[in-house]
């Protein structure tokens, strides 16, 4: 049975509305003692097979993917118009670090029969269109802004598939991402400490 803190952590994160419209995992729906997630494949009533992926881990999948994607599209935009030297080199890493990340989890979720986003969410919607308008350094400020709360966002999700996750791969998947995630974030919050204005509520 998946905590209470755990599934509210996934609805504030906002990249996997459906997840928080699923009843409470507290209370056991009806015919199931156990109080497993809809979805989950069990071995007996109400008992999840071993390794199989439950509500939870595919909540996991759909809000990575999300998150991935945003990532790739927002360095895009970087590397056409980030403002200084930095923005454009992490914004290839990204690309890169990103897009083999989504490729691996496409490979997953394929294999699991989890279907994947074709789009972003609202919130990262909000935010293309917000560094689509930018420009010079305000570009670079709201570009590396995005990127520090993304990474924290990032690294919550993938430590608690770590902890709460029931499938094998899709947890070694979140181990393997999570050290490049941090290093993402110690980039980003050094590349912010250089920006002239703005930089300080960067760091915080």
């Known amino acids: 049975m998946i905590p209470r803190s755990a599934v509210l952590l996934i609805a504030l994160m906002l990249v996997a509305p459906a ?4 009843t409470n995992p507290a209370s056991p ?3 199931n003692p156990a ?3 809809p979805g989950t494949k069990d071995s007996a009533p109400g008992v999840p097979a071993p390794g199989q992926t439950n509500q939870a881990d595919r909540a996991f999948v759909q809000a990575a993917a999300i998150g991935g994607l945003a990532e790739v599209e927002a360095a895009k935009l970087a590397t056409q118009k980030g403002a200084k030297r930095e923005i454009k080199e992490f914004a290839q890493r990204m690309i890169h670090d990103h897009g083999a990340a989504i490729d691996r989890l496409s490979m997953l979720a394929k294999a699991e029969g989890i279907q994947l986003p074709d789009g972003l969410d609202d919130e990262h919607s909000a935010m293309r269109d917000q560094l689509e308008q930018a420009t010079g350094m305000q570009f670079d400020r709201t570009y590396i802004h995005g990127q520090i709360v993304d990474h924290q966002k990032t690294a919550q ?8 996750g029931d499938n094998a791969e899709l947890k070694k998947f979140a181990s393997d991402i999570l050290p490049t995630v941090f290093d993402h974030l110690r980039m980003a919050q050094s590349i912010a400490a250089e ?3 703005g930089a300080e509520a960067l760091r915080k």
């Open 35 to 37: 109080g497993t997630l």
């Open 195 to 197: 920006i002239p204005i």
């Open 29 to 31: 729906a009806p015919g």
């Open 157 to 164: 999700l993938l430590e608690y598939e770590i902890g709460s």
């Open 19 to 22: 997840f928080g419209q699923q």
